[in-house]
């Protein structure tokens, strides 16, 4: 008895919500969806007048630890800029891809995007962005010229650099203290040497070589295509030299496999005091804090590696407008406005990080920090001296990303399986030409 | 359904302790709590990290289990971070339908497929399980475009509709429905039953540990359903948990401590209905036999 009640109710129950849904929702849900990003744009270019403009902006992972700060310059556009709204939205990392992709197939992309520079240029090799050099000219040489770059496809940069992050070194005094040594590497020559012995004695890893073989190389002086993106410069005695090195640094057991092959995380392994020291950008330092203190209280900072090209590199947050927004002269200005040297200052201030323009860079804040005790703020004083040295090595092509990962997965094949460097970039050689004649 | 495992216990005392017996049911247990440790390890350590004060290693050799300065402010944080209230409700709202329309349309649509006899029926059910073979990443730009033309975009209904069919769920009742003798049903008819008491007063509840299966595993798929809700819900104060505890994951550096704090909050709807609904889950797992 008791049994045919209850799924009766239970089923009762469902029918009489489904109901209440389908006619709660009709009503109520189109009430949410007014003016809302997912409208159609001709609806919101309608009941727009010439002084009413709303554009949206889509961010990557910066709510809600720089919800004041976005909403200030927010505020402040607005005020500027008489019944103009900006609506702005935040999407994890991972998903930015798949979100613009889906909202460009059905038409109602933002107005102002924030971009990797490799989504960037997949995108702009599509055809989907305005081009910046036309559309911000006035304001282009504000902007550190290598840096400005990073939206180059071969013809026209088709964005605006916002944030940047050179590297600095992150190192664990303990761990070179043992094997032996008080000062830190300085070059990737260097490094090895480090490695050799930290190796020995400790059994950490030194030098870390991870899969982003296509951001190395060009610090070697090895650039991956040619400056106008049309051929591939990769297969040269000199490349050959450094993957015969880097081979038998791992016929050696100096490369960790894991990270070469991306399965393990560099903060994690250098938390575990299985890494001695590790390049990156110094806001990414303090992960090492929150996952082990205590190591992170005996690490130290120094200016990044460099090979034997005086290049550094720079890793590129930019915003790109699309073509088919409703008001893309708004939207290039909110783009221009947001990274003008005033706001770019204060989201560094705030956030760790290292402006794109050059008045910014040379405010007071990045010239201090060189004697803090924490590695974060001191290997941001470090960073901030190479953004001259700073270029973004982002292949300028669409395909990109592809190429990257070509070179990524052809380096791992020699390392792993024991190939012949010379054959294998021989064979990179061709594979890339042809994706760049795509 | 009376007492659970009632069957085992006489028998275990029943049977003598022999050596052997003991040796054999040492071993079983042995691997048994081997697997066992294998799933719950990761969550065990979930939770260690969730307590975790601002001194204690998360990466320490050897592991650190026990928080020496532990601490609920993880949770409190993520409280205070995210409007969890929000989140919840919106994924309490998106799951009741998420879990209630499938089940109800599976129930209806399965009824005559195993049940009533009509021309095309067998081709209609290979039709209905073979868009089980398409991927859903195949499906989400039509789903989405389709979404989009109905208005339905930033809409409750939007995250619900797509889901509010699913073959695996018409597939798995269909069994069960098969499963009951013919001979129940037409005694109800000689009683004088139609077609929906039938279904609905003999049928279903026959077929309850299926329901309760099939409720499971809808929870837990609508529960941890991430980027559809994405997609459709631009509206933040209209995103589900598991969408809003992203924006634990700093763009520089992530917290991995409220992350763990986030996901256990995230976790405890699913262990309680997990537990609510197993004893039907097992049941169905072992139901070969219908008690009279």
Known sequence: ?438 | MGQPSTEVKPYLKKEKWSKRKITRLGVIYFFLLLLASFTIIPFLWTISISLKGDGDPIFSMPPQFIPEHWTLNNFIEVWNTVPIPTYLRNSVLLTIFGVSLPLITSALAAFPLARMKFKGRQFLFILIISTMMIPSEVTMIPMYLVINELNLMGTFAGVIVPGALSPFGIFLLRQAFLNIPKEIEESAIIDGANVWQIFWRILLPMVKPMLGTLCILFFISEWNSFLWPLLILQDESMHPLTVGLYKLQGTFVTNTRLIAAGAMIALIPVIAVFIALQRSFIDAAFSSSIKG
């Open chain 1, 1 to 438: 008895m008791t049994r045919k009640s209850n799924v009766q109710n239970i089923m009762g129950f469902a029918l009489l919500m489904f109901i209440m849904f389908l006619t709660g929702c009709s009503s109520g849900g189109s009430g949410t969806s007014d003016g809302a990003a997912g409208e159609p744009t001709e609806d919101a270019a309608q009941g727009e007048t010439q002084e009413e403009r709303t554009i949206e902006f889509m961010t990557i992972s910066l709510s809600p630890t720089f919800d004041e700060y976005i909403n200030g310059v927010i505020d402040a556009f607005e005020a500027e800029n008489e019944g103009v709204t900006v609506e702005w939205k935040d999407a994890p990392y991972d998903q930015i891809e798949q979100l613009v992709m889906t909202s460009a197939s059905s038409g109602d992309l933002p107005d102002v995007i924030n971009l990797n520079t490799l989504f960037l240029k997949k995108l702009a090799g599509l055809g989907a962005l305005v081009n910046m050099d036309e559309a911000a000219a006035d304001v282009k040489d504000d902007y550190f010229e290598g840096i400005w770059q990073s939206g180059d496809i071969g013809d026209g940069n088709f964005a605006i650099p916002w944030y940047v992050s050179t590297s600095g070194l992150l190192y664990n005094e303990k761990l070179l203290q043992e094997a032996g040594f008080d000062t830190p590497p300085s070059t990737f020559e260097e490094a090895w040497e480090y490695s050799e012995v930290i190796y020995e004695k400790t059994g950490a890893y030194g030098m870390v070589i991870a899969p982003n073989l296509h951001t190395q190389m060009p610090l070697h002086g090895i650039p991956i295509v040619s400056e106008d993106g049309t051929e591939a410069t990769i297969n040269t005695p000199e490349a050959v030299e450094l993957w015969t090195t880097l081979k038998e640094k791992y016929d050696q057991g100096l490369v960790h496999k894991g990270i070469l092959l991306d399965q393990a995380k560099v903060p994690e392994l250098y938390a575990q005091e299985k890494v001695a020291f590790w390049t990156t950008g110094p806001q990414l330092f303090r992960q090492v804090n929150d996952l082990a203190p205590e190591v992170y209280e005996n690490s130290n900072s120094a200016p990044a590696l460099v090979g034997e090209a005086e290049v550094q590199n720079a890793s590129i947050m930019n915003l790109a407008v699309p073509k088919q927004s409703e008001h893309v002269d708004l939207a290039v200005d909110f783009a221009a406005f947001i990274t003008n040297s005033e706001h770019q200052l204060a989201f560094s201030e705030e956030a760790n990080i290292l402006p794109s323009v050059k008045e910014a860079a040379e405010a007071e804040h990045f010239t201090q920090g060189e004697d803090s005790d924490d590695p974060a703020v001191k290997g941001n004083f470090f960073a901030a001296q190479q953004l001259e040295l700073a270029q973004d090595f982002t292949i300028p092509h669409e395909n990109a990303g592809e190429i990257a990962e070509v070179v990524n997965k052809t380096f791992q094949g020699v390392l792993i399986n024991d190939g012949d460097p010379k054959q294998a970039l021989a064979d990179l050689e061709t594979q890339i030409n042809s994706l760049l004649q795509e």
